[in-house]
């Protein structure tokens, strides 16, 4: 609808930005945090791309994990205070423990300072979890100090 909006609206202020932001939200990405992970870990650092915005059911509950990499057995918790206040995540262990029981898929949780503050030990992190589910690529380092460095 906002699309439409625009291009009815003609030339509107910043539209290219708005364009940009849409297709992010189209894309699955639906927070700054899942933004970071996508931009600063998984494409910085070339790690394969992730599935966003996946349902599936767990325990007769359906579940919605912010990123899977199918076939690989991993997937991406991305904590951020809006939907964790206060970093509350028991019921989380819990569907995580679920997933692996369901789907022999292991689950990676990362909040704020991991994806923002130290993406590249994220990346390295994930990489190995990818390898260990078959994942053959390597990461790149974003630069000579990238943590990846010593994964590849």
Avoid: F, K
């Avoid at 439409?4 to 364009?19: F, N, V, Y």
């Avoid at 927070?31 to 992730?50: K, N, Q």
């Avoid at 918790?77 to 692996?100: F, K, Q, S, Y």
């Avoid at 053959?136 to 000579?144: D, I, S, V, Y």
């Amino acid at each position: 609808e906002i699309l439409g909006a625009l291009d009815r609206q003609g030339r509107t202020r910043r539209a290219s930005m708005i364009r940009e932001l849409l297709a992010l939200v189209e894309a699955g990405i639906e927070s700054p945090l899942e933004l970071r992970y996508h931009r600063d870990v998984e494409r910085r650092h070339r790690l394969p791309a992730a599935t966003l915005q996946q349902r599936s059911q767990v325990d007769g509950r359906w579940i919605r994990a912010d990123c899977v990499y199918e076939r690989l057995g991993v997937r991406i918790e991305l904590d951020g205070a809006l939907a964790h206040p206060g970093g509350r995540t028991d019921r989380d262990v819990w569907r995580d423990n679920a997933v692996v029981l369901t789907y022999h898929e292991l689950t990676l949780r990362y909040r704020w300072s991991h994806v923002a503050l130290q993406p590249c030990a994220t990346a390295a992190q994930v990489a190995t979890a990818l390898r260990a589910g078959g994942w053959t690529g390597a990461p790149r380092p974003c630069g000579p100090a990238c943590a990846v460095s010593a994964h590849r």
